[in-house]
């Protein structure tokens, strides 16, 4: 709980509203899941209840600021949801179709804003988003789940920018089959 919040702390120094509105989240979701665990019903209805929770937490958190304007903030929500759901994974019955979908989606937001940003992330922002990121990844690898596996192999990189594959297909120069072919592998193998 303490790494959570520091973690928290550390990627939001940007303003102490965005800071508070993250520790507002973090003890949103943590309330779901505290409720995913305690839930009386199914793990398929739990697991359903838990996920559209989430996703409208995410919805009402993701509309206070806008990516155009500052998109830091509404990574350090995707961060925090993900760090979340991670620390939920064990909870989440596989036998829910929304279990998988959730986490790609989210994985998939977060990527897209990434590749959005009008601006590299620092070098401390983003080595503190690489470690949260390779931490939850592992974390969901022990429960089975890999839909944060792109996610992980983008932050392995020096920097969004910094993959040659991407960089070459964006910058529309040649690109080596082989070279496109390992980075599609990396992409979808876990």
């Not at 507002?24 to 995913?36: I, N, V």
């Not at 961060?79 to 989440?92: E, G």
């Not at 019955?93 to 601006?119: D, G, Y």
């Not at 969901?140 to 596996?149: D, Q, V």
Request: with cysteine.
């Amino acid at each position: 709980m303490a790494d959570e919040e520091a973690d928290q702390e550390s990627l939001s120094r940007g303003g102490g509203g965005c800071a508070a509105e993250l520790q507002r989240l973090g003890e949103r979701l943590q309330e779901l899941e505290r409720q995913l665990r305690e839930s009386c019903g199914t793990a398929v209805e739990a697991a359903t209840e838990y996920c559209q929770q989430l996703c409208q937490t995410l919805l009402e958190y993701a509309e206070k600021w806008k990516a155009s304007e500052d998109p830091l903030p509404l990574l350090e929500v995707y961060t925090v949801a993900i760090q979340s759901y991670a620390k939920a994974r064990p909870y989440l019955t596989s036998e829910c179709e929304n279990v998988a979908l959730v986490l790609e989606r989210l994985a998939l937001s977060c990527v897209e804003l990434l590749l959005c940003l009008p601006f590299e992330l620092s070098d401390n922002q983003w080595k503190e988003f690489q470690a949260l990121v390779q931490v939850a990844h592992q974390k969901l690898m022990e429960n089975g789940s890999c839909e944060l596996h792109f996610l992980a192999t983008l932050a392995q990189e020096t920097g969004v920018w910094k993959n040659p594959v991407l960089h070459a297909i964006l910058s529309q120069e040649s690109l080596d089959k082989e070279k496109g072919k390992n980075f599609r592998k990396r992409k979808y193998i876990c």
